[in-house]
């Protein structure tokens, strides 16, 4: 037929068919309705120039300049979704683990999901509960992502009933732009029901009550010369959340079956986590009590790790999440997975307006006090040679010897409609032996640390802000000081220099100065900022934004962006 | 070369057409991804649930260990009323705490007086799809549920300008 056709004919049908070939499209299109589509993503751009300061530690690379970048894609398209990360480590930024490297995919999944179902394939990150039996997740600063690969289905056959299960290997590492996955397989169920949205004649009740329940297990094969070892370890718990006005309780249990792992050193003890929160709460008045035990914790997906890597719990620790450059970057306590008994109480009042303490605009008042002891190893019963079973441990039975001790109290008042203090007191014992985060001391660190914070707004757009920080201590490297100022233009730009000095240090040569500068610009959804200087680890927040970052001496580029 | 032709010819109607429907998209803004997370009571809540009769919506990502990210939330309260007078808009504070600090939320919402509505996004589920890299972050959804403004960080200042965009819409 196409012999016959002379060249212009044929154009002409060749153009034919092409419009006929947009409309079909646009029809299919259509049939999706596109109009529902939506990507969303984001980019997020590290780039450092390095060099070596020994006298802080900080050790430029061969490269000099490395640089993590990361993009997430997401597309949605009514109860489709799906989604791809690209990761880059040309090599990692300073401090990132080195386990990271390469350009690649480092997550990629599709979803299907409905008001009863939803089915995940691929990547995809859960937690169960309070996460102590299972959070797989992403802590990309501190350089966590344990996320999964393989499958999760959730179904909610009706209100208030909701059953998840979970299928897959966690994530390792990411060598040369290549994923590697745990050799042990995660597989999981969870389900957890509200008793009011269940039961109609609990719906308006005031008191809420919810249960729930998981089962967790681990396969991974494994050979030893000496040792049997067990190829599925199970963990399983329950938790209860009941809250009554402006009470809650709520409450995790779980039991970890006989684990031997090179974190406890093959033995073949059972391991527990138990978690209690209480609190009431009010417009004004609030007080928060938790309290934690765990022993033997450690459950990964593979037995021969250490580290952050492949851990299956999640076990924060139980203190105040402190943001204050000294508070958070000398002495941070972590809790010890192997056990740990822990409390915390939270007092959260406010001054009444248009009294003494209160001026014209009130006082806020929190007070935080957070411990940690270990816990009771019994090992008069044990028989050892008999079955690797180092010890016997209850829940909540605490030794006196501590861990850590937090104790802090923060005023913030507002003096004028322009003018804003916050005042902190801060008061650590950290156990350098059991969490050691120098070299210089031994045993209990105790420090205190003062901090004033002052907000002014000159005009609309203007505003600059200055603290003032101290810390004192005998021991380690002696007495700091932090001195931070930031101006604000709002909407575009920032303006920050800071300067943390160690004039107490004993040592004379090594009372330096860690002087930084910054400024970055933001329009809408993406901003950049290039900081300069010498920077400590810590959670970090300057211009308006919070992220933790490791040590540093040079220059760092950051650029982030949403759409 | 024929079947060269063609595949461009089918290529670029396809094109075509999706060039069509991402011009429409772009002008009406993006949908909020339906993504299941929990209210402050401790409620399953689907975030594609989320809407305000017709009126605008600010969402907007916080934490309880974030400065700038109260600063913002408090700021935003002192004129929170005449907002809402003025233009019918919701706010929607999505707390991304977790487990460690999840249970200072509600008392420091109760503490500080807010009258948002609260979600809690204890494992970013809601943060990772609506692609947020760092908190504070604030996005504005008109009365089609389309997300058409969003804005990184907060400095004294910002919420005039989140004012100015949700009067905007009510143009």
């Excluded at chain 1, 006298?55 to 993009?71: L, R, T």
């Excluded at chain 1, 209850?394 to 916050?422: A, G, Q, R, V």
């Excluded at chain 1, 101006?487 to 920032?494: L, N």
Aim: proline content about 3%; charged content about 20%; overall charge neutral.
């Amino acid at each position: 037929m196409m012999k016959i056709m002379n060249p212009k004919l044929n154009f002409i049908s060749k153009s034919f068919l092409s419009l006929l070939c947009i409309g079909f499209a646009q029809q299919a299109v259509a049939q999706f309705d596109m109009s529902k589509a939506s990507v969303t993503g984001n980019i997020e751009t590290v780039a450092q120039y390095l060099t070596s300061d020994s006298s802080i530690n900080a050790f430029a690379p061969e490269q000099k300049a490395v640089m993590n970048s990361y993009a997430n894609i997401n597309y949605s398209l009514g109860n489709f979704r799906a989604g791809v990360r690209f990761e880059s480590y040309l090599p990692g930024i300073a401090g990132y683990p080195a386990f990271y490297s390469g350009t690649g995919i480092g997550y990629r999944y599709v979803a299907y999901s409905t008001d009863k179902i939803s089915a995940v394939a691929g990547n995809f990150y859960e937690q169960f509960g309070s996460g102590m039996i299972l959070r797989s997740y992403e802590a990309r600063a501190v350089g966590i992502d344990n996320a999964m690969d393989g499958a999760k289905i959730e179904f909610n056959p009706r209100a208030g009933v909701r059953l998840k299960g979970v299928f897959g290997k966690m994530r390792y590492n990411f060598d040369e732009g290549q994923i590697n996955l745990s050799e042990g397989i995660v597989r999981g169920l969870d389900g957890e029901v509200s008793i009011n949205d269940l039961f109609e004649t609990f719906n308006d009740s005031k008191l809420k009550v919810s249960l729930g329940g998981s089962f967790v297990s681990r396969y991974q094969p494994g050979s030893n010369d000496t040792l049997n070892l067990p190829y599925n370890v199970a963990s399983f718990g329950g938790r209860l959340d009941v809250r009554y006005k402006n009470f809650y309780i709520n409450g995790e249990y779980i039991l970890k079956q006989n684990d031997p792992s090179i974190n406890n050193g093959y033995v073949y003890n059972n391991g527990h986590g138990a978690l209690v929160n209480m609190g009431y709460s009010q417009k004004g008045f609030a007080v928060l009590f938790t309290a934690k035990s765990i022993d033997n914790m450690f459950y990964r997906a593979d037995r021969t790790v250490e580290g952050n890597q492949l851990m299956i719990s999640y076990l924060p620790s139980l203190n105040k999440n402190h943001t204050y450059n000294l508070a958070s970057t000398l002495y941070p306590y972590a809790s010890v997975p192997s056990g740990e008994i822990a409390y915390q109480l939270d007092v959260l009042y406010k001054v009444k307006r248009n009294t003494l303490l209160g001026g014209k605009y009130g006082m806020d008042v929190n007070i935080n006090l957070a411990t940690a002891f270990k816990p009771v190893q019994h090992t008069s019963d044990v028989a050892f040679d008999v079955d690797r079973v180092s010890y016997a441990s209850k829940p909540f039975d605490k030794s006196d010897s501590l861990y850590n001790f937090d104790f802090n109290i923060e005023l913030k008042k507002k003096f004028s409609k322009k003018f804003k203090l916050t005042a902190t007191y801060l008061h650590f014992i950290f156990n350098n032996d059991v969490n050691e985060v120098t070299k210089l001391a031994h045993g209990y660190i105790t420090s205190d640390i003062i901090v004033f914070d002052g907000a002014y707004k000159i005009n609309k757009k203007h505003s600059i802000r200055v603290e003032a920080q101290g810390l004192f201590t005998k021991q380690d490297k002696g007495n700091w000081t932090t001195f931070l100022a930031e101006y604000t233009i709002s909407p575009g730009w920032f303006f920050a220099v800071m300067d943390q000095y160690n004039y107490g240090n004993p040592i004379v040569s090594s009372r330096k100065h860690y002087p930084l500068g910054s400024f970055g610009y933001t329009h809408d959804a993406s901003r950049f900022m290039i900081s300069f200087g010498k920077q400590r680890e810590g959670i970090f927040c300057i211009g308006g934004v919070c992220r933790p970052v490791p040590a540093t001496n040079g220059v760092t580029f950051t650029f982030t962006t949403t759409f | 070369m024929k079947k060269l032709l063609m595949i461009l010819t089918v290529g670029a109607a396809f094109g075509f057409a999706f060039m069509n429907t991402n011009a429409d998209q772009d002008s009406e803004g993006k949908n909020l991804p339906a993504v299941s997370i929990k209210d402050v009571e401790g409620n399953a809540f689907n975030t594609g649930d989320l809407e305000n009769d017709g009126k605008p919506m600010v969402i907007s990502f916080w934490a309880t260990w974030c400065k700038p990210c109260k600063l913002e939330l408090n700021t935003i309260q002192e004129v929170y009323q005449d907002w809402q007078d003025e233009t019918g808009v919701k706010l929607v504070a999505v707390s991304i705490d977790n487990e460690r600090t999840k249970n200072m939320v509600k008392p420091y919402v109760n503490s500080s007086g807010w009258d948002y509505e609260v979600l809690m996004d204890v494992n970013g589920d809601f943060k990772r799809a609506m692609g947020v890299n760092n908190v504070p972050h604030t996005f504005l959804v008109d009365k089609n549920g389309k997300i058409v403004y969003s804005h990184s960080g907060f400095v004294p200042g910002d919420e005039e300008i989140l004012f100015e965009h949700i009067e905007e819409l009510l143009k």
